[in-house]
């Protein structure tokens, strides 16, 4: 049984949305939403202070204060299990980059790049001085380090269901 939105949800048109970026560590969606309980003890665990409580009152990453180390401390921190190291495997996140990035419209920008140290961002140079940022799929960590460095907040994630290859803008 999928979760239900909320009227909350609906008037935010949240129930559009897909899955919820949770924090490294997260089970399936389903397991996610039985096991957390909403205490926050990851919240303050995470260094990187990318965790936050969503509107559901449960944690979810927002990456404009920084990147995911991968350090673990918000699973060791989790009571109830909804963070562990199985859920490890499930994280596959890869970013995305829309077309309100400043380099598809013509603006000379490569902030996102300069923050990957996967270096899995490049930029393909089309006409009219545009340039188009290609993410490889393969070296993409789903950090998030390229999402707090882009000034138009034009980079967003998703699961990668690829094996291979690239996202473009």
């Not at 399936?28 to 202070?49: H, M, T, V």
């Not at 979810?60 to 350090?71: A, P, R, V």
């Not at 890869?94 to 996967?118: I, K, M, P």
């Not at 998030?144 to 996202?167: M, S, V």
Request: hydrophobic fraction near 35%; aromatic fraction near 6%; charge should be negative.
């Amino acid at each position: 049984m999928g979760a239900r939105a909320s009227r909350r949800d609906f008037l935010r048109a949240d129930f559009l949305r897909n899955e919820i970026m949770r924090p490294y560590g997260a089970g399936p969606p389903a397991e996610f939403d039985r096991l957390c309980d909403g205490c926050e003890a990851c919240i303050p665990a995470c260094p990187e202070n990318v965790i936050r409580r969503g509107h559901d009152g449960k944690a979810l990453i927002d990456f404009s204060n920084g990147e995911c180390s991968f350090c673990e401390d918000c699973i060791k921190a989790c009571p109830t299990g909804a963070l562990s190291e199985a859920g490890r495997e499930r994280w596959n996140w890869v970013a995305r980059v829309s077309n309100q990035c400043l380099s598809v419209r013509g603006v000379t920008c490569r902030a996102c790049e300069d923050f990957c140290e996967a270096r899995a961002i490049r930029f393909r140079l089309e006409t009219g001085g545009r340039s188009r940022p290609l993410i490889d799929l393969e070296s993409c960590t789903g950090c998030g380090a390229c999402a707090g460095a882009c000034p138009e907040t034009a980079i967003d994630f998703a699961r990668n269901t690829e094996q291979q290859g690239e996202l473009t803008a």
